[in-house]
C-alpha cells in the first residue's frame, strides 16, 4: 500500500483534473439539459420534437461512441473547438487553453451526452406536479414561461433534486474514459500510468483510485440525501 | 513358498516388460515425440514433458508478435519462439494452451502458476527481475517516432523540447512514459489512446505530429502506407524481449537459452521471424547476446 503515499502527487494531480472536467461537464449539462427539458414540455410541437430527438439520440447511444465522435468526428468538420478556450475560464482550468484539442472534445462528449439524462430528471419533476397546478396558472393568465419560473419549477425541483444528483454522480464515473480518448493523466488513467508503465501491483493502486472517486461521489450523494431531508420537512 | 514368490516376481517382471515394450511402439507409430527426450528428474522440463501439455502466456493484441484473429490461433514472432520452446520440450503444437498475458497481469500470471512461461513483448528489466526469471533476450526493439512523410521539422526525441510539437502514444504503455522526458508541456503536447489505430488517425487528420512506441509497432503502419509515413531517426532506446519463467527456476531458463541459441544457429531463429514480423518490412539484424545473469 506504499505506493499510495510514495505517489500520491500522481493520484493528486489526476484527481484534480477529473474533478475540472467533471465540474466543468456538470455545468454545461445542467444548463444545456435544461434548455432541452423546456424544449421537451414547451407547447411549440416542433420544439418539442426537436427535444425528443435529441435525448432519444444521445441517451440510446452508447457513451464510447459518443466520445468517439467528438475526438475523430469534429476534427474531421475541421473544427477544434475553439469556442471554448473561454478569456478567464482558461487560466483556473488550464487544459481548456491548450493548443491540444483533446480536453474540449472530451467536455463537448460528456456534456451532450449527460445533459439527455439531465433533461429527463427534470421532466420527471415536472410531470410530478399535479397538471392542475399549471392549468390554474394558465387560466391565471401567465405566459408558459411565467407558468414555468413561479409555479411549475419551484414545485418540481423537490422531485428532480435526487434523480438529478444520480445523473452527475453517473457522469463523474463516466469521465473515467476520457484517458482512452486523448486526454493525458486523469485519475483514472494513472492507474493505468503505474502498473503498466511504473511497475506497481495492480491492487494497490486500483483502491487508490477507487478513493480518489469516492471522495468525489459520496460527498454529493450525502448532499443530495440532506437536500431531500430538508424538502421533506418542508413539505 | 520361496520358488512360488520368485515365480509371481518374474512373471511380473516379465509383464512390465512387455508392457513398456508395447509403450515404445506406439509412441514410434504415432511419431509422438514425447518418450525420446529425458530429462532430469524434477525439473521444469520433466513435468512438462510428462504432462505433454504447457500453458503459455502472450499478448493477443500486438501485430506481429502475439495477435489473436478470425483463426483463434494468436499468431506472431512471440507465438514461434515460443512454438520452437515447446517442440523442444516434447510438447506438440495442440497441446500447447495459450493465455492472454496483458501487461499488468505479466508478473502475477507468473508468480501464481497459471502459465509456465510468457512470450509476450516482454521487456527484461530490473525492477521486474525481482519477481520473474528472464531467458533470452530473444529480440531487441526500440522506440521510435512516426511522422508524415514529407514532415522534416522532426528528426527525434529532441524535436519535442521547445514545446510546441504534440505527439501520440498508447495510455499505460512504457513508451508513453518514455517520451515525457523529452517534453517541455506534458498536458499541451502528449495526447494518449487506448490503441495506436487512433493515433495513426490523429497523426492523419493533423492533430498531433508524431506517433511513438515501438519501432515494431510504427514500421507496421509504414509498410500499409508508405506514402504517408515515415520514421523520424533511430531507435532512442533499447526492449530487449525476453522469456519469463517462474523466479530461481534456473534449470528452465538455462534450458531455453540453449533452445534460443541452436535457433539461432539453424535459422528457425530467422525463419519465425521472416514468417511474422518480418513481414512488415522490419530487419531482424544479428542475434542479441543471450543474457545468462
Known amino acids: 500500500m506504499s505506493v499510495l503515499i510514495d505517489k500520491f502527487d500522481v493520484f493528486a494531480s489526476g484527481f484534480w483534473l477529473t474533478l475540472q472536467i467533471c465540474f466543468l461537464a456538470a455545468i ?12 421537451r414540455i414547451s407547447p411549440v410541437p416542433p420544439l418539442r420534437a426537436l427535444g425528443t430527438v435529441y435525448v432519444n439520440t444521445f441517451r440510446n447511444l452508447p457513451l464510447t461512441i459518443v466520445f468517439f465522435f467528438a475526438a475523430f ?3 474531421a468538420l475541421g473544427t477544434n473547438a475553439d469556442f471554448l478556450r473561454i478569456p478567464g475560464l482558461d487560466i483556473v482550468f488550464s487544459r481548456l487553453g491548450t493548443d491540444l484539442p483533446y480536453f474540449r472534445f472530451a467536455l463537448i462528449a460528456l456534456v451532450l451526452y449527460t445533459a439527455a439524462f439531465v433533461c429527463e430528471a427534470l421532466r420527471s419533476g415536472v410531470n410530478a406536479v399535479p397538471a392542475g397546478q399549471a392549468e390554474a396558472a394558465r387560466s391565471l393568465g401567465l405566459t408558459f414561461i411565467q407558468n414555468l419560473r413561479h409555479v411549475v419549477l419551484p414545485q418540481s425541483w423537490t422531485a428532480s433534486i435526487v434523480p438529478l444528483g444520480s445523473v452527475i454522480i453517473a457522469m463523474i464515473k463516466n469521465s473515467a474514459l476520457i484517458g482512452f480518448f486523448g486526454v493525458i493523466g486523469d485519475l483514472s488513467q494513472t492507474a493505468d500510468q503505474l502498473t503498466s508503465a511504473g511497475g506497481e501491483p495492480f491492487i494497490p493502486v486500483a483502491i487508490g483510485i477507487s478513493i480518489g472517486y469516492l471522495i468525489m461521489t459520496v460527498p454529493l450523494g450525502a448532499f443530495l440525501d440532506r437536500v431531500e431531508r430538508r424538502q421533506a420537512v418542508a413539505r | 513358498m520361496r520358488t512360488k514368490r520368485a515365480a509371481v516376481l518374474a512373471a511380473v517382471a516379465a509383464l512390465a516388460l512387455g508392457l513398456t515394450a508395447c509403450g515404445d511402439d506406439a509412441g514410434e507409430e504415432t511419431g509422438s515425440g514425447g518418450s525420446d527426450k529425458s530429462f532430469a528428474a524434477g525439473s521444469t522440463m520433466e513435468r512438462l514433458n510428462e504432462a505433454q501439455a504447457i500453458t503459455i502466456g502472450t499478448k493477443f493484441d500486438q501485430p506481429g508478435f502475439g495477435l489473436k484473429g478470425l483463426s483463434g490461433q494468436p499468431e506472431g514472432f512471440d507465438v514461434e519462439i515460443a512454438k520452437i520452446i515447446a517442440a523442444e520440450l516434447g510438447v506438440p503444437e495442440d497441446k500447447i494452451e495459450w493465455v492472454e498475458t496483458p501487461s499488468k497481469v505479466r508478473e ?12 509476450a513483448t516482454y521487456t527484461i528489466k530490473d525492477e521486474r527481475k525481482e519477481r520473474v526469471s528472464f531467458a533470452g533476450p530473444y529480440y531487441e526493439a526500440g522506440q521510435n517516432i512516426m511522422v508524415k512523410k514529407d514532415d522534416t521539422s ?23 512514459e518514455e517520451i515525457k522526458k523529452y517534453l517541455k508541456d506534458v498536458p499541451s503536447q502528449l495526447v494518449p489512446f487506448d490503441t495506436y489505430d487512433k493515433c ?3 497523426l492523419q487528420s493533423g492533430q498531433v505530429d508524431a506517433v511513438t512506441t515501438d519501432n515494431v509497432i510504427l514500421l507496421g503502419y509504414i509498410a500499409d502506407d508508405e506514402d504517408a509515413f515515415k520514421l523520424a531517426g533511430e531507435n532512442f532506446t533499447k526492449e530487449p524481449y525476453g522469456i519469463g519463467v517462474k523466479k530461481e527456476d534456473t534449470e528452465f531458463r538455462d534450458f531455453i537459452n540453449d533452445i534460443l541459441e541452436k535457433a539461432y544457429a539453424d535459422g528457425s531463429w530467422q525463419q519465425a521471424w521472416d514468417d511474422t514480423a518480418g513481414t512488415f518490412g522490419a530487419e531482424l539484424g544479428t542475434p542479441p547476446t543471450i543474457d545468462r545473469y
Open chain 1, 28 to 39: 454545461g449539462a445542467l444548463i444545456l439539459g435544461s434548455v432541452v427539458a423546456v424544449l
Open chain 2, 154 to 176: 522532426i528528426t527525434g526525441p529532441e524535436s519535442f523540447q521547445d514545446g510546441t510539437k504534440k505527439i501520440c502514444s498508447a495510455t499505460g504503455s512504457t513508451p508513453i
Open chain 2, 200 to 202: 495513426r488517425d490523429a
Open chain 2, 108 to 119: 502475477d500470471k507468473i508468480a501464481d502458476g497459471s502459465v509456465d512461461m510468457i512470450v
Open chain 1, 73 to 75: 468526428g469534429l476534427p
